[in-house]
């Protein structure tokens, strides 16, 4: 039985295609393979620093008023809130209901600091035309919560809409934070707090934790490798060419 001798005789635009496509399949699965690196750190911070006791504000100097080093830590607030307003942000559903996220100023003791502190959930009643009942904060003194990022609880850093509902109410589709503390002659603290789910608050806290994503990331990373492994075998194996007789 004869057999069919083949040699390697790749074309020039193929190899060209070849050549400008495989790097770049492999870079973005790269990419893709350090972007999971970064979501595990993200993921790593963030159980740490909900393992470590509660942060005391009063108590914490000037690392407490620096972003990056308080997301996600378990804070003590003390002081008072502000009774003038609260702010109702637009749009927030849970279970299928539309209501509002209810964010309430709180002033550090022996400070003029301010810090906005999410409460909860509350139910939308009556239709939008109607001013919802807002109970007023009845933990003065000492709360507990979460410093996070307004961000990521559906807050803006655009320019924000507001509407003056009266009572100290003011309904808002955006907060921007250095806006509100221009506006309120406010010294904010560049992040809010959370605070921790309890019952009986008359408020909705159902807080989940972030989904940070590394598995998705990892799964790109597999389909990019796999393209790039899938183009290098159809490269070689379309190129393998019959050898001629004459040689």
């Given at each position: 039985m004869s057999t069919v001798k083949r040699q390697f005789r790749p074309g020039l635009w193929p190899s060209i295609a070849v050549a400008l496509l495989l790097p770049l399949l492999i870079g973005l699965g790269f990419w893709q393979l350090d972007r999971a690196g970064q979501k595990e750190a993200l993921e790593e911070a963030y159980r740490s620093r909900q393992a470590a006791p509660p942060m005391d504000l009063m108590a914490a100097g000037e690392s407490g008023f620096e972003r990056e080093k308080m997301l996600w830590?378990?804070?003590?607030?003390?002081?008072?809130?502000?009774?003038?307003?609260?702010?109702?942000?637009?749009?927030?559903?849970?279970?299928?209901?539309?209501?509002?996220?209810?964010?309430?100023?709180f002033r550090l003791a022996g400070r003029e600091t301010v810090v906005l502190v999410n409460r909860g959930w509350l139910p939308m009643t009556g239709g939008r035309d109607a001013v919802p009942d807002v109970p007023p904060p009845a933990d003065n003194g000492a709360v507990r919560g979460t410093a996070k990022d307004p961000q990521s609880t559906g807050l803006a850093l655009a320019g924000s809409v507001a509407e003056d509902l009266g009572r100290g109410l003011v309904r808002v589709q955006?907060?921007?934070?250095?806006?509100?503390?221009?506006?309120?002659?406010?010294?904010l603290l560049p992040y809010v707090v959370r605070l921790e789910q309890q019952t009986g608050s008359g408020f909705v806290r159902d807080w989940r934790e972030p989904g940070f994503g590394r598995e998705k990331h990892l799964g790109y990373a597999f389909q990019w490798f796999a393209m790039a492994a899938a183009l290098l075998i159809i490269y070689l194996v379309v190129n393998m060419k019959p050898k001629p007789d004459h040689e």
């Open positions: 830590r378990r804070v003590l607030l003390r002081g008072e809130y502000l009774p003038d307003k609260q702010f109702l942000l637009d749009n927030q559903a849970q279970g299928g209901k539309p209501g509002y996220l209810i964010f309430s100023p955006q907060l921007d934070l250095e806006a509100l503390a221009r506006s309120n002659n406010w010294s």
